[in-house]
Each structure stands twice: as structure tokens, then as C-alpha cells.
């Protein structure tokens, strides 16, 4: 029985370990790299993005999986800027924006969020 009680504490202090660790360094990232854009809340999500403000037609920029807004910023939003009214966004749970975790983190869901966050940008 002792046995299997080290077992368990092992194990526990192990995630301890592992959650301080991950918490420690996504502080470090985030002070690193801090958000480079403005926040909106769409249906209890809160969405990171960036906009340009122009006068020209608007193009919104959704990245893919694993990536973020800042894909976008390197060149392309200050390049399209001149012409257009770039918005770039971080898709639900990506980047700086969040996702609960009660909500699905299904493409055609977050489609839905972005779709409904562009009302306050039209």
C-alpha cells in the first residue's frame, strides 16, 4: 500500500511541477511578446485583433491552425494597409484570444464567432 501511495505522490508532484512550469513560461512569452492589438467579446470568447482603420475596403485576415495574427503583421498588413482596411484576427483559442472550454473548437463554430464579430468592424 505505501507503495502505491508513493506512486501517487510521485505522480502528483510530477503535474505540479509540469502545470508551474507551463505557467511560469506562458507569463514569460506573454511579457516577451505582448498583444499587439485590441480585444472585442463575441459570445463569451475574447477575440485578439489588429485594424488598420483605412478607408479603402476591408480584408479580414483569419490564420490557420497553429498560427496567429502575428503571421499577418510581419509584412502583410503594413504592405495592404494603403489601400485597405486590414484586420487581422486571432482565431478562438489561438494567439490571445480565448476560447471557454465549453465551446466546441470545431472550424464551422469558430466560422460562426468570427462571422458575428464583424458587426462592430462593418
Known amino acids: 500500500m505505501s507503495i502505491l501511495l ?3 505522490l510521485i ?3 510530477i503535474v505540479a511541477g509540469l502545470v508551474l512550469f507551463a505557467a511560469n513560461t ?3 512569452v506573454e511579457a516577451a511578446v505582448p498583444p499587439c492589438g485590441r480585444f472585442i467579446e463575441i459570445d463569451g470568447q475574447r477575440l485578439h485583433y489588429v ?3 483605412g478607408a479603402g475596403p476591408a480584408i479580414v485576415m483569419i490564420h490557420g491552425l497553429g498560427g496567429t495574427l502575428w503571421n499577418f503583421t510581419y509584412a502583410l498588413v503594413d504592405k495592404l494597409s494603403g489601400e485597405f482596411r486590414v484586420i487581422a484576427v486571432d482565431r478562438p483559442g489561438a494567439g490571445y484570444s480565448a476560447r471557454p472550454d465549453d465551446t466546441p473548437a470545431k472550424l464551422s463554430t469558430q466560422a460562426n464567432t468570427l462571422a458575428k464579430s464583424c458587426a462592430p468592424w462593418s
Do not use: F, N, P, W
Request: aromatic share 0%.
Open 11 to 13: 505522480v502528483a508532484l
Open 26 to 28: 506562458a507569463r514569460k
Open 51 to 53: 485594424d488598420t482603420g
Open 6 to 8: 508513493t506512486l501517487i
